[in-house]
């Protein structure tokens, strides 16, 4: 039987969501940063239950 190839028919996801997010997050706020003199930007931690959901493949 062949695997699924996609999330969506049963396969594994093979990105974090949490990476995905913090690499977003880090975007905006570097365009913040450069639209506001070049300031340095906070970037919040995602929240800790969001984090865990994901820290092992959304198993």
Known sequence: MQKPWTVREGGAAVTS????????????????????????VDVAPPQADLAAQFAHGQR
Do not use: K
Not at 22 to 34: C, F, N, P, R, Y
């Open 17 to 40: 969501a949490v990476a995905a997010r913090e690499a977003v997050a880090a975007g905006h706020a570097a365009t913040t940063s450069l639209r506001d003199g070049g300031r340095a």
